[in-house]
T-cell receptor, first 113, second 111 residues
Framework: GDSVTQMEGPVTLSEEAFLTINCTYT??????LFWYVQYPGEGLQLLLK?????DKGSNKGFEATYRKETTSFHLEKGSVQVSDSAVYFC????????????FGTGTSLTVIP | NAGVTQTPKFQVLKTGQSMTLQCAQD?????MYWYRQDPGMGLRLIYY???????DKGEVPNGYNVSRLNKREFSLRLESAAPSQTSVYFC??????????FGSGTRLTVV
């Protein structure tokens, strides 16, 4: 079935460092791909999305490109801030899943000053 | 503010007690979901409702029941709480292709 695998954490970076969180997917159809962010004590918020191959989603300095050839949707940010400390979830949705979402296990990011 | 509202935010139950978690959305979304979040396991789908009047089991439905009361409301019931149901519960709603909107969660402890 459809699924998402993301890199395990926790990840600790210094402020202004470059961030990559890897996400790969398995799907029989053409899924939409998402990154969600969860700040401490809160629910998940949509960070960015891409609905077809080669699309780039971006928001708040974060970017991810839908790569069909490598079945990947890696999250990147050029210069992280302390306020980016959160848990990041990769997810997919497709008609094969009845438009339900399947989430990765989450990657915890801590940014230190 | 538009969104998904969950109540209560915190709850402590004794083993064997029952309770209902409430969820309401004001975005006119057709689909609603209940997830649980446990350390190291991400989010797991308990039940979902693709539209008003329908409900279906997700990955971990045992020990839970749901009711889609109307288009706005989707409740989750624990009939006889067990310590294994200690978790953070999230309700979400969606409209096709637009992504999920999550509530802020209910932290449940069963002792």
């Amino acid at each position: 079935g459809d699924s998402v695998t993301q890199m395990e954490g926790p990840v600790t970076l210094s402020e202004e460092a470059f961030l990559t969180i890897n996400c790969t997917y398995t799907a029989t159809g053409y899924p939409s791909l998402f990154w969600y962010v969860q700040y401490p004590g809160e629910g998940l918020q949509l960070l960015l999305k891409a609905t077809k191959a080669d699309d780039k989603g971006s928001n708040k300095g974060f970017e991810a490109t839908y790569r069909k050839e490598t079945t990947s949707f890696h999250l990147e940010k050029g210069s992280v801030q302390v306020s980016d400390s959160a848990v990041y979830f990769c997810a997919l949705s497709s008609s094969n899943t009845g438009n339900q979402f399947y989430f990765g296990t989450g990657t915890s990011l801590t940014v230190i000053p | 503010n538009a969104g998904v509202t969950q109540t209560p935010k915190f709850q402590v139950l004794k083993t064997g007690q029952s309770m209902t978690l409430q969820c309401a959305q004001d975005m006119n979304h057709n689909s609603m979901y209940w997830y649980r979040q446990d350390p190291g396991m991400g989010l797991r789908l308990i039940y979902y409702s693709a539209s008003e009047g329908t409900t279906d089991k997700g990955e971990v439905p045992n020990g839970y029941n749901v009711s889609r009361l109307n288009k706005r409301e989707f409740s989750l019931r624990l009939e006889s709480a067990a310590p294994s149901q200690t978790s953070v519960y999230f309700c979400a709603s969606s409209e096709r292709g637009l992504g999920y909107t999550f509530g802020s969660g209910t932290r449940l402890t069963v002792v």
